[in-house]
Nanobody, 126 residues
Framework: QVRLVESGGGSVQVGDSMRLSCAAS????????MGWFRQAPGKERDFVAA????????TYADSVKGRFTISRDNAKNTLYLEMDSLKPEDTAVYYC???????????????????WGQGTQVTVSS
């Protein structure tokens, strides 16, 4: 059983930066694509960014393109999301997710991810 634990959330001001981490345990995730999603109150869970198993391919939601950077360290079994130039509309609970083993390509749909973390709150104030 894969366990994903996010960390690094909190409250920041507009324009600040923040780095989220997602530590995995239970199995090595080097053969799985991974992603970040977010959910604001009263809204659906939205795609933020995804990265292929070897880190060679990334994709982003238009709303975060150019401001957020997804990366991974397979040796540490950890996923990251570097967020710059934060805006109030970035406020949400952020979730990391892993695709099933051998599903190495990026995906933007939540249904294509098998394992999820518990989420970490990010609040951006103006």
């Amino acid at each position: 059983q894969v366990r994903l634990v996010e960390s690094g959330g909190g409250s920041v001001q507009v324009g600040d930066s923040m780095r989220l981490s997602c530590a995995a345990s239970g199995r090595a995730l080097s053969y799985s694509a991974m992603g970040w999603f977010r959910q604001a109150p009263g809204k659906e869970r939205d795609f933020v960014a995804a990265i292929s198993s070897n880190g060679g391919t990334t994709t982003y939601a238009d709303s975060v393109k150019g401001r957020f950077t997804i990366s991974r360290d397979n040796a540490k079994n950890t996923l990251y999301l570097e967020m710059d130039s934060l805006k109030p509309e970035d406020t949400a609970v952020y979730y990391c997710a892993a695709r099933p083993r051998t599903f190495m390509l990026v995906a933007t749909m939540p249904a294509l991810y098998e394992n999820w973390g518990q989420g970490t709150q990010v609040t951006v104030s103006s």
